[in-house]
């Protein structure tokens, strides 16, 4: 649609500079206030020109958060959560839509429940599975009475146990399995003209092979826009994290953000704070700047 | 080469059957043109052969060999999709060998024999290219290299030139007809466009509602169609069609005293048949003329070469296609000729054809 009215214009615009500062301004205080010394930082009200100990502050919070050993956990922790819901996520869609097998629709939907399911609903008994990954078998062995029949008859006490705490598995793994992810292939596949389908069988392609050389060549922006939303998310997970992670090594940059706010009775260091929200702000922008173009194109999806 | 032989040939869709029982024999190298209006079961059949669509029952056998329950790919058949169906990620050479790297034909090979292909589809300056970068006629080249490349015994056309425009349309249809020369290879040929199958076929097929109407070379479709579905159905502009019933003294076609006279050819009196007579074999003469029927002019279409004049005939409307100068005005009144040697005669009921001696029939009287 072309626009030639110039009051419009105007309106267009003082509407998305207005939209602009109110999604700016947070990051301009968070800026401004990582940039102050301690004194100014915590004058009321905090002065909103940018002071002089910006590097001195991003310094100071780093070393004091241990932030590269943390970031790096938070790289490899958002990293694999996005890489395992690729993959996951396109394979399960790819059984559901090219697939007739008893009991797919009631997949299917069993899948976009989990919608509703998200992991803060869940959050005890997945922390149990996480600490004793086996101990959902533990309760059908007791149930059914079998740990009961081997304690008997061997004299060997049934007790399974697999940990997952304090592991980049136990991070990684609960946080994988994504119903949106599914659904943004599904609805991709479904695009897929059937006779894509049918030439590669008449080419002698098995389901396999149809799937690595056809579909996911064609998803590639599918797969960037999908791995950019989900890196950002796990970027950002705070409760599974800090859960899991009971030993510093293995906490991520978000949790540990938490150290550098000051303890009740300390004087508040607003400044060292902020100066590593603003790191820890920055590897998601960056994947965004880069990731743009094709998350953009995999949204829209015009790519046949 | 491989001949191909179905038998009684059925598919359902759930309780809905859309071919009852086909039966059909494709000699080796022929090329054959199963022509039909859509939905008629044409492209489903076809399928079926190529092994995309399970069989409900019957059988289809290649070579002799039952194929019934084999994956497309151990048919030895290859496909010409509508839509081209090309890998769009892939070039336009990947596009051709795709089928050769499945079957883990060596590179080097491989490329040799995607070069060939190209050489005979004059597609070399194009290997590099994406589909999205190709014309319709260059992508309808490379989905029939993508075929030939896999040196299949019998080949497999789904409205292939149906997406081109006309000029292509034709091009094409002569190098598909050039190509079956060269490569010798048994071609099933499916299509809705009577001007390609009548071009291309060894044999044609005309399908109607899932069943089979007609097998015959094209000439034998045009000059006898074996039902009232084939005589209308192929031919442009269509056969006209006069309804009639059959009387004492002969069968009556029109209202009044235009009758046929003719014989009974065995019909019980009051039996109901329809009389279809070609536009081309029409004559037109002047409305006073001895032995001519009169009727009114509604349209003219101009062809060029010649032209199609839409007549009234009593309620009924009937063309006739004319070479001749001769540009009737609407609303004009025309003397209309045929020779009864240019009739067909079909049931009403069942639209079947009935044979009965009309070249010995004499001039009707009217």
Same mark, same amino acid.
């Given at each position: 649609?072309?626009?030639?009215?110039?009051?419009?214009?105007?309106?267009?615009?003082?509407?998305?500079?207005?939209?602009?500062?109110?999604?700016?301004?947070?990051?301009?205080?968070?800026?401004?206030?990582?940039?102050?010394?301690?004194?100014?930082?915590?004058?009321?009200?905090? +002065?909103?020109? $940018?002071?002089?100990?910006?590097?001195?502050?991003?310094?100071?919070?780093?070393?004091?958060?241990?932030?590269?050993?943390?970031?790096?956990?938070?790289?490899?922790?958002?990293?694999?959560? !996005?890489?395992?819901?690729?993959?996951?996520?396109?394979?399960? !869609?790819?059984?559901?839509?090219?697939?007739?097998?008893?009991?797919?629709?009631?997949?299917?939907?069993?899948?976009?429940?989990?919608?509703? %399911? $998200? %992991?803060?609903?869940?959050?005890? $008994?997945?922390?149990?599975?996480?600490?004793?990954?086996?101990?959902?078998?533990?309760?059908?062995?007791?149930?059914?009475?079998?740990?009961? %029949?081997?304690?008997?008859?061997?004299?060997?006490?049934?007790?399974?146990?697999?940990?997952?705490?304090?592991?980049?598995?136990?991070?990684?793994? +609960?946080?994988?399995? *994504?119903?949106?992810?599914?659904?943004?292939?599904?609805?991709?596949?479904? *695009?897929?003209?059937?006779?894509?389908?049918?030439?590669?069988?008449?080419?002698?392609?098995?389901?396999?092979?149809?799937?690595?050389?056809?579909?996911?060549?064609?998803?590639?922006?599918?797969?960037?826009?999908? !791995?950019?939303?989900?890196?950002?998310?796990?970027?950002?997970?705070?409760?599974?994290?800090? %859960?899991?992670?009971?030993?510093?090594?293995?906490?991520? !940059?978000?949790?540990?953000?938490?150290?550098?706010?000051?303890?009740?009775?300390?004087?508040?260091?607003?400044?060292?704070?902020?100066?590593?929200?603003?790191?820890?702000?920055?590897?998601?922008?960056?994947?965004?700047?880069?990731?743009?173009?094709?998350?953009?194109?995999?949204?829209?999806?015009?790519?046949? | 080469?491989?001949?191909?032989?179905?038998?009684?040939?059925?598919?359902?869709?759930?309780?809905?059957?859309?071919? =009852?029982?086909?039966?059909?024999?494709?000699?080796?190298?022929?090329?054959?043109?199963?022509?039909?209006?859509?939905?008629?079961?044409?492209?489903?059949? /076809?399928?079926?052969?190529?092994?995309?669509?399970?069989?409900?029952?019957?059988?289809?056998?290649?070579?002799?060999? &039952? #194929?019934?329950?084999?994956?497309?790919?151990?048919?030895?058949?290859?496909?010409?999709?509508?839509?081209?169906?090309?890998?769009? =990620?892939?070039?336009?050479?990947?596009?051709?060998?795709?089928?050769?790297?499945?079957?883990?034909?060596?590179?080097?090979?491989?490329?040799?024999?995607?070069?060939?292909?190209?050489?005979?589809?004059?597609?070399?300056?194009?290997?590099?290219?994406?589909?999205?970068?190709?014309?319709?006629?260059?992508?309808?080249?490379?989905?029939?290299?993508?075929?030939?490349?896999?040196?299949?015994?019998? @080949?497999? @056309?789904?409205?292939?030139?149906?997406?081109?425009?006309?000029?292509?349309?034709?091009?094409?249809?002569?190098?598909?007809?050039?190509? =079956?020369?060269?490569?010798?290879?048994?071609?099933? @040929?499916?299509? =809705?466009?009577? #001007?390609?199958?009548?071009?291309?076929?060894?044999? /044609?097929?005309?399908?109607?509602?899932?069943?089979?109407?007609?097998?015959?070379?094209?000439?034998?479709?045009?000059?006898?169609?074996?039902?009232?579905?084939?005589?209308?159905?192929?031919?442009?502009?269509?056969?006209?069609?006069?309804?009639?019933?059959?009387?004492?003294?002969?069968?009556?076609?029109?209202?009044?005293?235009?009758?046929?006279?003719?014989?009974?050819?065995?019909?019980? &009196?009051?039996?109901?048949?329809?009389?279809?007579?070609?536009?081309?074999? #029409?004559?037109?003469?002047?409305?006073?003329?001895?032995?001519? &029927?009169?009727?009114?002019?509604? @349209?003219?279409?101009?062809?060029?070469?010649?032209?199609?004049?839409?007549?009234?005939?009593?309620?009924?409307?009937?063309?006739?296609?004319?070479?001749?100068?001769?540009?009737?005005?609407?609303?004009?009144?025309?003397?209309?000729?045929?020779?009864?040697?240019?009739?067909?005669?079909?049931?009403?009921?069942?639209?079947?054809?009935?044979?009965?001696?009309?070249?010995?029939?004499?001039?009707?009287?009217?």
């Amino acid at each position: 649609m072309v626009e030639r009215t110039p009051i419009l214009d105007l309106v267009t615009h003082v509407v998305l500079l207005v939209g602009l500062a109110m999604a700016a301004a947070p990051f301009v205080i968070v800026a401004i206030a990582a940039s102050h010394s301690l004194h100014d930082v915590n004058l009321v009200p905090m +002065p909103l020109n $940018p002071g002089l100990d910006f590097w001195a502050n991003v310094a100071k919070a780093w070393t004091e958060a241990d932030l590269g050993r943390k970031l790096l956990n938070s790289f490899i922790f958002a990293a694999g959560v !996005a890489a395992g819901k690729v993959v996951i996520s396109a394979l399960t !869609a790819f059984s559901i839509v090219y697939f007739r097998f008893p009991g797919r629709m009631l997949i299917f939907w069993a899948i976009f429940v989990t919608l509703m %399911l $998200p %992991l803060e609903v869940r959050i005890v $008994p997945t922390y149990a599975v996480a600490a004793n990954v086996l101990s959902p078998y533990q309760a059908i062995l007791d149930a059914t009475g079998i740990s009961w %029949l081997i304690g008997k008859l061997t004299g060997v006490e049934v007790a399974l146990s697999l940990g997952l705490l304090n592991s980049y598995t136990g991070l990684i793994l +609960p946080l994988v399995a *994504t119903a949106t992810g599914t659904f943004l292939y599904r609805q991709f596949f479904l *695009t897929v003209p059937d006779e894509l389908t049918e030439a590669a069988r008449m080419d002698g392609a098995g389901p396999l092979r149809f799937f690595v050389d056809v579909l996911l060549p064609l998803s590639r922006t599918n797969m960037a826009a999908l !791995a950019t939303i989900m890196f950002l998310w796990a970027w950002n997970q705070y409760l599974w994290p800090l %859960l899991v992670t009971t030993d510093p090594s293995h906490a991520t !940059a978000v949790t540990e953000l938490k150290s550098l706010i000051p303890n009740v009775g300390g004087i508040p260091e607003w400044n060292i704070a902020m100066a590593g929200t603003l790191i820890v702000m920055l590897p998601p922008l960056v994947v965004v700047v880069f990731m743009q173009r094709w998350f953009v194109r995999g949204l829209i999806s015009t790519e046949k | 080469m491989a001949s191909i032989a179905i038998r009684d040939i059925t598919k359902n869709y759930g309780r809905n059957q859309v071919v =009852h029982g086909v039966d059909l024999d494709i000699g080796s190298g022929e090329f054959v043109v199963i022509l039909g209006p859509s939905g008629c079961g044409k492209s489903t059949l /076809l399928r079926m052969i190529a092994g995309l669509e399970e069989i409900s029952d019957g059988t289809i056998a290649i070579d002799g060999k &039952v #194929v019934n329950k084999l994956e497309p790919r151990e048919r030895g058949c290859a496909m010409v999709f509508q839509n081209y169906a090309l890998y769009p =990620h892939m070039s336009v050479a990947q596009n051709i060998g795709y089928s050769l790297k499945v079957a883990g034909v060596a590179a080097a090979q491989r490329n040799q024999r995607i070069q060939a292909v190209a050489r005979i589809l004059e597609l070399e300056h194009l290997l590099d290219r994406k589909p999205a970068a190709l014309s319709g006629g260059q992508r309808q080249r490379v989905a029939m290299g993508r075929a030939m490349i896999r040196e299949p015994k019998v @080949f497999l @056309f789904d409205e292939p030139l149906s997406n081109l425009d006309a000029k292509l349309r034709v091009q094409m249809r002569s190098e598909i007809r050039k190509l =079956h020369r060269r490569l010798g290879a048994t071609s099933v @040929f499916v299509t =809705h466009d009577q #001007v390609e199958a009548m071009t291309l076929a060894d044999r /044609l097929v005309v399908m109607n509602g899932g069943r089979v109407e007609q097998v015959g070379t094209p000439a034998e479709i045009y000059g006898r169609p074996a039902s009232r579905f084939v005589a209308s159905f192929v031919g442009a502009p269509a056969m006209n069609i006069l309804e009639g019933v059959v009387a004492l003294d002969g069968i009556s076609l029109l209202e009044g005293s235009r009758r046929l006279p003719m014989p009974r050819a065995g019909l019980p &009196v009051g039996t109901k048949v329809a009389m279809g007579i070609r536009p081309e074999a #029409v004559r037109m003469v002047d409305p006073g003329a001895a032995g001519a &029927v009169e009727a009114t002019v509604d @349209f003219v279409e101009e062809l060029g070469a010649g032209r199609v004049v839409y007549v009234d005939l009593d309620g009924a409307s009937f063309s006739v296609v004319t070479s001749e100068s001769a540009h009737p005005a609407p609303g004009s009144t025309i003397g209309l000729k045929f020779s009864p040697s240019d009739m067909h005669f079909f049931s009403s009921e069942t639209g079947a054809r009935l044979d009965f001696f009309v070249a010995s029939l004499p001039e009707p009287v009217v």
